[in-house]
Structures are given as structure tokens and as C-alpha cells.
């Protein structure tokens, strides 16, 4: 008994060492699966710590989120990548499927949501919620290592999102950050940090080239170019990570990345 007890302290100890050290930014960006995906993740390669992988956005079909993170964690191992993972569009048997090739792989992660309706067919309910696909992957799967994660809005109240934060999830996702919403995610981050678990905001960037499709998805954007370093300056020290993106303009995605560089690692 005392040598579990020994052996369980150190892995704390190695775990909080990790942690600690590890206090700049990640720089991960929103990366929306297309024909040329394996093009487009070279171009932006140096850019990055790794991809949050979108998952047929707004209910249209495209390459699947998780097949393409598990192909780019495999060129890319040293990357960060994580799927988000809509239940709204997978049966039980292709949840559990997804998790486990993405937990023998080594992705570092699935961001679980119900997510948006699809555009063709019904939204599948058989999950109920995040919090019962997160159970059902760890008690029926038996996922060994991959961590789940759960998205959080801005627009539910505080006591609500930290109730969610203290669940069993290992990572958090924060999203539509704006200005009158930073105090939200102030003190979302706070407990994370209490309860040493990692969390990613996304960061939304404003362009010419990107009002409709700003408009489409409906989310308040972060920022604009011109204030890119000025609000992400806001954020090192206070989340682990960011999630960057200027939502289908694709060069401003390389401007954007390239002015955030001096955040990274």
C-alpha cells in the first residue's frame, strides 16, 4: 500500500511540474477540413502549436474532423490536435468508434458538444448531453488515455459555466470572447487553474473579407487585425492556449498567425 502511495505522489508531482513550467501560450488554430487540408496544414505548419479541427461546421458535410486530426497527428506528432466532436450527427457505436481511434492514435484530445443541427436528415439524440457521451466513453469504451473536453459560452451565467467546469472534464474550451465578456472568462480561468485544468479560448478576428461569414456563424468576434497583439497580450498568463481564427479568410489566417508568433512557447 505505501508503494502505490508513493508512486501515486510522484506521478502529482511530475504532472503539476509539467503544468507549471508549462505557462506561455499555445497558438492553435480553428482549422476547417477541405480537399487540400494536408496543403493547407503544411502552409501554416510553422505557424502553429496545432489545430482545433472543425467537424462539418454548421451541420454541412465535410472531410470528417476526426480522421483528419488522426492524419495530421500522425505527420505531425509533435503538434497539439483536437477534434471538436458533434454527437448531433453520430450513433453511439460511431462515438465510441471516433474515441477509440482517436485514443489509439494519440490525439490530444476531442472537444464533446451537441453542437449544430445537420443540414440533411435529424439531429441524432441517442447521447443526450456532453456529460453522457463523456460517462458512456469512459465506462463503456473504456478510452485508456484520451483526455475529453467540454465548450463553454459566454452567453450562460457564471454559476452555470463553473458548475460545468468543475465536472469531470480535463480540458475547457471557452467561446464567443469579447470584450464585455473577458471578466466571464477571468473568473472561468481562475478555477481552471484551481482545479489545474487546461483551458483554450477562442479568439475570433475581424476582416473585410469576413463579415458574412461572421454574420453566418453569429458569434461576436475577439478582435480585429489591427488589435490582434493588444487583446492576445490580454489573455498569456491567463489561458493556456488560444483557438485563432478569422473564420474563412484564409491569408488574413496567415497575417493573424504571424503577429502572434511572439506569444508562442
Known amino acids: 500500500m505505501h508503494s502505490r502511495t508513493i508512486a501515486k505522489d510522484i506521478l502529482v508531482q511530475t504532472y503539476l511540474i509539467i503544468t507549471q513550467d508549462d505557462v506561455s501560450m499555445k497558438i492553435l488554430n480553428e482549422f476547417v477540413p477541405t480537399r487540400k487540408f494536408l496543403k493547407l496544414a503544411e502552409e501554416i505548419n510553422g505557424l ?3 489545430w482545433n479541427v472543425t467537424d462539418s461546421a454548421a451541420g454541412f458535410p465535410a472531410p470528417s474532423g476526426t480522421v483528419v486530426s488522426c492524419i495530421l497527428k500522425s ?8 477534434p471538436i466532436f458533434i454527437l448531433h450527427y453520430k450513433g453511439p457505436v460511431e462515438v465510441g468508434g471516433l474515441a477509440l481511434a482517436s485514443d489509439i492514435i494519440g490525439l490530444d484530445g476531442l472537444a464533446v458538444t ?11 439524440k441517442m447521447l443526450k448531453s456532453s456529460e453522457e457521451a463523456r460517462d458512456f466513453l469512459r465506462t463503456s469504451v473504456k478510452l485508456k488515455n484520451l483526455k475529453l473536453g467540454c465548450l463553454l ?3 450562460r451565467s457564471v454559476e452555470e459555466t463553473l458548475e460545468r467546469v468543475r465536472g469531470a472534464w480535463d480540458f475547457i474550451y471557452f467561446m464567443r ?3 464585455k465578456t ?5 473568473q472561468v480561468a481562475k478555477e481552471c487553474k484551481r482545479l489545474n485544468k487546461p483551458i483554450y479560448s477562442y479568439f475570433l478576428v475581424g476582416t473585410p473579407k469576413n463579415v458574412e461569414t461572421v454574420k453566418m456563424i453569429g458569434w461576436p468576434v475577439t478582435t480585429t487585425m489591427d488589435k490582434v497583439e493588444e487583446t492576445a ?3 498569456d ?9 478569422c473564420a474563412g479568410d484564409a491569408e488574413g489566417d496567415k497575417e493573424m498567425l504571424q503577429k502572434l508568433q511572439k506569444f508562442r512557447t
Open 182 to 186: 473577458f471578466p466571464i472568462l477571468e
Open 48 to 50: 502553429v502549436d496545432g
Open 233 to 235: 497580450a490580454k489573455l
Open 114 to 124: 451537441m453542437g449544430d443541427n445537420p443540414k440533411y436528415g435529424e439531429p441524432i
Open 237 to 245: 498568463g491567463l489561458v493556456d492556449g488560444i483557438i485563432a481564427t
Open 177 to 179: 470572447l469579447e470584450e
Open 75 to 82: 505527420k505531425y506528432p509533435e503538434k497539439i490536435v483536437v
Open 153 to 155: 459560452t459566454a452567453r
